[in-house]
């Protein structure tokens, strides 16, 4: 047995981080695929190749897909008008993509990973906070992306046989989910476990495929609906109406919140990729530009094709799939089909499963990598019950809406010790320690008290309304949806300040202080050159 397990551990590799190319350095242990990325034009940097192309399109393969489609399309269908829906959506992504840009920069400045960076803040034992919080985000969205690739297979089936529409059902209306649909939903589920096994740096070859093939099939779905409405159809031509009692405020900042809520992992995952980015600069405008614009026209085009099918088959309908079964072509419908599951695969490869399997590396870094990560991932996908989530238009928008509310503090923790508590300097070395006396980032056996009280202050405001929202509980006073309405920005802004004002007020003492360099200068007063300006030399262990 003990042979059996020292098997599935992993070799940790000896790391020596270097001030500068001269400087003794500092070594440390740890797991290959934790290790810091190098700077370019050293030993190791050649993961480094992602360029402004391959940042691109990772976005894109966030852009098109499934559940952004349904975004905008969510909120039209409660009455809210097209192009005030559009303005709440661009919003929403533009506020996300601040976040995204920060954090960015974070990974592809110092080469680490999203659970490295949160040590910072949270403390080398309280970052499992932090962690939870994603996991959990991430699983969900792996069943949901998981579900929705299923819903896509069952119409290319469909579409090769159509006899396939004829399969019996043998569960109750109340399962949510048919026999056909369950059947597509492990059949893709099975097809995607292979492309798990490719590593995090060479994704940047599925996002180069998905940047050729969906904004062409983007574009051809957008001129098919204008020319075969003859105009963008009736649904822009309605103003606002809402018919669930809501005032237009509160379902304009619904679904911006709902766009942020989208993304919001993402803020927290982007240090994983651009870790292997070459520029940090332009991991900034890249995350800016995409985000705020290519993410955008796709929510555009499910308003767009949402309004055309009312005019082309008289069916008012906010899913891309139902659409594509209405096409009299059965080639159009497989092909479309065939590109949405595109979406959906590399979505659950490239952020859900990565996010997962980063995060466990650091609670079992002796057993777990990023490969065996996700397939971890994969296991815990199937217990998350993604067709009940996907059952209506408001549960869809209240599931992503929801959870944002414990990924904005974890993000305003992150963004307000960085860039202002500690005025953009981390001690990478201390990151990977343990012990009083060994890192700064221990704190109080291993927890900052001051952000985890920043995290449940984050919480509170928006607490009542998300139990309103998605427990059902309709005795809760409805005013308690005014500030939920904006989740996110709420609980990041108020755990960002927060976290700031207790750091400042209560500064955390550290038993371990910066090594004097030769001329006098404590770490703490080098330059931002010096600090930031290391050499990673990796040895096997």
Not at 392 to 398: E, K, M, R, V
Not at 490 to 518: L, N
Request: aromatic residues 14%; contains cysteine; positive net charge.
């Amino acid at each position: 047995m003990t042979s059996l397990v020292q098997r599935f551990r992993i070799q940790k590799e000896s790391v020596t981080f270097n001030a500068d190319s001269e400087g003794s350095g500092q070594a440390i242990e740890c797991e290959p695929d934790l290790i810091p990325v190098p700077p370019l034009h050293q030993p190791g940097s050649e993961l480094r190749r992602w360029h402004w192309f391959h940042l691109t399109g990772y976005w894109v393969a966030e852009a098109f897909g499934v559940s952004q489609y349904q975004v905008a399309s969510s909120a039209v269908s409660v009455g809210l008008a097209p192009g005030t829906t559009i303005a709440a959506v661009f919003l929403g992504h533009f506020i996300i993509s601040i976040p995204n840009a920060l954090n960015g920069w974070v990974g592809a400045h110092y080469g680490i990973n999203f659970p490295i960076f949160s040590r910072a803040s949270f403390g080398i034992r309280g970052v499992y906070v932090a962690l939870f919080c994603r996991v959990i985000a991430a699983i969900f969205w792996f069943g949901t992306q998981t579900y929705q690739g299923g819903q896509c297979l069952q119409v290319m089936l469909q579409a090769i046989w159509p006899s396939f529409k004829k399969f019996s059902n043998h569960l109750p209306e109340s399962a949510s989910v048919t026999s056909s649909m369950l059947l597509c939903f492990f059949l893709f589920y099975i097809i995607q476990l292979p492309l798990l096994w490719i590593h995090m740096s060479k994704l940047r070859y599925l996002f180069l495929v998905k940047v050729i093939i969906m904004p062409i099939f983007g574009f051809t779905l957008f001129g098919w609906a204008v020319g075969r409405a003859h105009g963008f159809g009736p649904i822009f031509q309605k103003g606002t109406e809402i018919t669930d009692g809501r005032s237009t405020a509160v379902v304009f900042f619904s679904a911006m919140s709902a766009a942020i809520a989208g993304k919001a992992t993402l803020a927290l995952n982007i240090p994983d990729f651009t870790r292997y980015a070459k520029s940090p600069r332009t991991v900034v405008w890249t995350n800016i530009f995409s985000l705020s614009i290519l993410v955008t026209l796709c929510s555009i085009l499910g308003v767009v094709v949402t309004s055309a099918a009312q005019v082309i088959y008289g069916v008012s309908t906010w899913s891309p799939l139902q659409v594509s079964q209405l096409f009299d072509s059965r080639a159009a419908q497989f092909f479309s089909a065939f590109c949405w599951a595109l979406a959906a695969i590399a979505t659950n490869v490239a952020s859900n499963s990565t996010a997962v399997a980063n995060d466990l590396m650091i609670v079992f870094p002796g057993y777990i990598n990023v490969r065996r990560g996700q397939y971890i991932c994969a296991i815990f996908g199937l217990v998350t019950v993604p067709w009940k989530i996907q059952n209506s238009a408001t549960t869809f928008t209240n599931f992503l809406s929801g959870y944002s509310i414990f990924l904005g503090p974890v993000c305003g923790i992150l963004i307000g010790h960085y860039w202002v508590v500690a005025r953009r300097h981390l001690d990478v070395p201390g990151l990977y320690r343990k012990g009083a006396g060994n890192t700064e980032y221990w704190y109080t056996a291993g927890w900052n008290w001051r952000a985890i009280v920043a995290f449940i202050f984050g919480i509170v405001p928006n607490l009542p309304g998300f139990i309103r929202a998605v427990g059902g509980h309709r005795n809760i006073p409805i005013g308690t949806s005014y500030p939920y309405s904006l989740v996110w920005p709420v609980s990041f802004a108020v755990s960002f300040v927060t976290y700031i004002i207790a750091s400042k007020v209560f500064p955390p003492h550290y038993d371990h202080v910066g090594t004097p360099s030769s001329d006098g200068e404590s770490d703490g007063e080098k330059s931002m050159h010096e600090k930031c300006g290391y050499q990673v030399d990796v040895r096997p262990s």
